[in-house]
């Protein structure tokens, strides 16, 4: 039960951050949830191997290039699933921060 709330919250905040940001479309709450789950495996399977092959720019930059890593995953994300456009790069880092924050804050919110 814990992660189909989770999996729900996780939509909820990609649609509310797709409101926010007029560089992000989403088709409708069936491809945010799509795109949850997506965004959800490739953070999984394919992020840390990013994170590993690219570790000393990384390390150079402060952690500041995993932001671009995020942006990437997003892009990855709306060439994979029907219905979600990215526009461009900096809509995908800009929506990567915002989902970070409004994720944060609904599960905030859950918690309580």
Do not use: E, R
């Not at 709450?29 to 690219?54: E, Q, R």
């Not at 990567?96 to 905030?108: A, K, Y």
């Amino acid at each position: 039960m814990s992660i189909l709330i989770k999996w729900l919250v996780s939509a909820l905040a990609i649609l509310v951050t797709a409101y926010l940001l007029p560089g992000i479309h989403i088709a409708s709450f069936t491809t945010a949830l799509v795109v949850a789950v997506v965004l959800g495996i490739i953070n999984t399977v394919v992020k840390p191997v990013l994170l590993i092959l690219t570790l000393p720019i990384t390390i150079l930059t402060l952690g500041l290039f995993t932001l671009v890593i995020n942006a990437a995953v997003i892009i990855l994300t709306s060439y994979l699933v029907p219905g979600f456009k990215v526009d461009g790069f900096w809509w995908a880092l800009l929506f990567s921060i915002v989902l970070s924050v409004v994720n944060w804050f609904l599960n905030q919110l859950k918690t309580k």
